[in-house]
């Protein structure tokens, strides 16, 4: 069974560009979930996903920020623009709806300069 | 608000030796409990959790965590490290009766040295 992908595994842009990463949970998988770490510090909660609906978004930092989840299988994670302070590494879990764990992706880091 | 303390930036041990990772939390009602790892250059990790039940969890690779409810602490220990564990551990939280989303802590670098 293939794990949460993320892509790209790592971006670099420019302060005021815009960035779109991507997340594809594991085949099943209703709940889709958005992290980020950001200079070395905790994990922090981003939004989840239920299928297609926005189920809590109350991590989300401002409207820079755009979160969608089409058809309820892959997820995009927006970022624009994008500012010095958005560097650090988001991750992207998925669960099943039967369980309490969630099922990590690898990250992608981001780099604004 | 829930939140997770994880006190110690980097812990260093000798291979063999016993390891151990405190975390500490603080939740409204019960909690659900979990260490994450982190491998270089991979992602986090599943390692254990608790749900209900006995206060001692096993999980993978070896490693177990004790539920403290008066001192609310599940620190994570391992009787004899290997090098391979040399990783970032990660605790989280959630309370049982509200919401999917997870509480973590800032992590520990573990170094076992051979």
């Known amino acids: 069974e293939a794990g949460v992908t993320q892509f790209p595994s790592h971006s670099v842009i420019e302060k005021g560009q815009t960035v779109t990463l991507r997340c594809d949970p594991i085949?099943?998988?209703?709940?889709l979930y958005w992290y980020r770490r950001v200079m070395g510090k905790e994990i922090k909660f981003l939004l989840h996903f239920v299928k297609e609906s926005k189920q809590d978004e109350s991590g989300m930092p401002n409207n820079r920020f755009l979160a969608e989840r089409t058809g309820g299988t892959y997820s995009t994670l927006k970022v624009q623009p994008a500012e010095l302070e958005d560097s650090g590494v988001y991750f992207c879990?998925?669960?099943?709806?039967?369980?309490?764990?969630?099922?990590f992706g690898p990250g992608t880091r981001l780099t604004v300069t | 608000a829930q939140s997770v303390a994880q006190p110690e930036d980097q812990v260093n041990v000798a291979e063999g030796n016993p390891l151990t990772v405190k975390c500490t939390y603080s939740?409204?009602?019960?909690?659900?409990l979990f260490w994450y790892v982190q491998y270089p250059n991979r992602g986090l990790q599943f390692l254990l959790k608790?749900?209900?039940?006995?206060?001692l969890v096993k999980g993978s690779y070896g490693f177990e965590a004790e539920f403290n409810k008066s001192q609310t602490s599940f620190h994570l220990k391992k009787p004899s490290a290997l090098v391979s564990d040399s990783a970032l551990y990660f605790c989280?939280?959630?309370?049982?009766?509200?919401?999917?989303?997870?509480?973590f802590g800032g992590g520990t670098r573990v170094l076992v040295k051979p």
């Open positions: 989280a939280v959630r309370p049982q009766a509200a919401g999917n989303k997870l509480t």
């Open positions: 085949s099943g998988h209703d709940n």
């Open positions: 608790y749900i209900t039940g006995d206060n």
């Open positions: 939740v409204s009602g019960n909690p659900y």
């Open positions: 879990a998925s669960s099943p709806t039967w369980t309490n764990e969630q099922y």
